[in-house]
């Protein structure tokens, strides 16, 4: 098993004739990934690595199954392209974009709900099963992305793309690999929270144990506590909170669009001591991250 994507997963990329665009799609297809084709407006009957480009989503969804989609398009832009794939019936919608109006984001998050479309990101690099599939860009070129995750048992969900990556390959190293990775995106809205995700985790049978990445900011910690306290989930988490440094600046942003600390609650120490009264350790250093589930899993 995996969450969200495996071997048999197919997808679209929205936008796939932009720069960064035909590069993940290059990439995917060097992982083996089933991209079936892209789309945009305009450029239908073009193809990008063989693979045709339509003008709407709907011109694949008509045809063939059409499992996720990727949104790789302009911030202005984007929210439309997402909001086509949600009402076109795709069941997993992954923005990769950043920089896309709050009240847009809001809006894309209110139709996928209604239309029970599974949204992550936006300003994320996507979800991969290793050895069966990745969906975004995730891992960059095929045979790095191969070295850093490695099949394995460890869950991974992090609001930086670069640092899933970082945990990924740090528990690769250490023979514990990865079941499925989700980087869920680092703004203030976004489709996939660590709780919301967990659930998928605890009912994957490859799944031993989770890591997660983390910042100041926003509410995705104490979701994440009330979940682990509430559905009395037994999966250890280790986790590791960047930016430690900044509670004592009020207002400041750390990194991601999601990291404004406006209060006590937004601290990383706050939000430290919560994850460890909900049983979840936390690492001091993203290096410990390895040796800390180690222990938890008796290994």
Same mark, same amino acid.
């Given at each position: ?35 079936? @084709?892209?789309?945009? /407006? %305009?450029? #239908?009957?073009?193809?990008?690595? !063989?693979?045709?480009? =339509?003008?709407?989503?709907? $011109? &694949? ?64 690099? @996507?979800?991969?099963? /290793? %050895?069966? #599939?990745?969906?975004?860009?995730? !891992?960059?070129?095929? =045979?790095?992305?191969?070295? $850093? &995750? ?150």
């Amino acid at each position: 098993m995996s969450i969200l994507i495996d071997e048999h997963t197919t997808f679209i990329i929205q936008g796939i004739t932009g720069r960064e665009a035909v590069t993940m799609t290059r990439e995917c297809l060097d992982y083996g990934a089933k991209v079936i @084709g892209g789309v945009t /407006p %305009g450029r #239908s009957g073009r193809q990008v690595h !063989g693979l045709p480009v =339509e003008d709407t989503v709907l $011109a &694949f969804t008509d045809r063939e199954r059409v499992d996720a989609a990727v949104v790789s398009v302009p911030p202005a832009f984007a929210a439309d392209a997402a909001l086509e794939a949600i009402e076109a019936g795709v069941p997993l919608v992954v923005i990769v974009t950043e920089r896309i109006p709050r009240k847009q984001v809001a809006q894309v998050m209110e139709v996928a709900q209604r239309h029970g479309t599974r949204v992550i990101g936006p300003n994320c690099l @996507g979800i991969i099963s /290793p %050895g069966k #599939s990745r969906v975004g860009g995730l !891992g960059g070129q095929a =045979e790095s992305c191969k070295r $850093a &995750f490695a099949p394995g048992k460890i869950g991974v969900m992090s609001r930086s793309g670069g640092m899933t990556v970082e945990i990924a390959n740090s528990l690769s190293e250490a023979g514990l690999g990865i079941s499925t990775a989700v980087s869920i995106g680092g703004d203030p809205i976004i489709g996939s929270s660590y709780a919301e995700l967990m659930p998928l985790f605890d009912a994957d049978s490859e799944t031993e144990a989770i890591a997660i990445y983390s910042e100041p900011g926003g509410r995705a910690e104490y979701e994440l506590a009330e979940y682990m306290e509430e559905s009395g989930s037994k999966k250890p988490i280790v986790a590791f909170m960047a930016g430690r440094f900044i509670d004592e600046m009020p207002g400041m942003r750390f990194g991601h669009a999601g990291t404004i600390v406006e209060g006590k609650a937004d601290t990383a120490a706050s939000k430290i001591e919560n994850l460890r009264e909900a049983g979840i350790t936390v690492a001091e250093r993203v290096g410990e991250i390895p040796t800390l589930l180690k222990e938890l899993l008796g290994n």
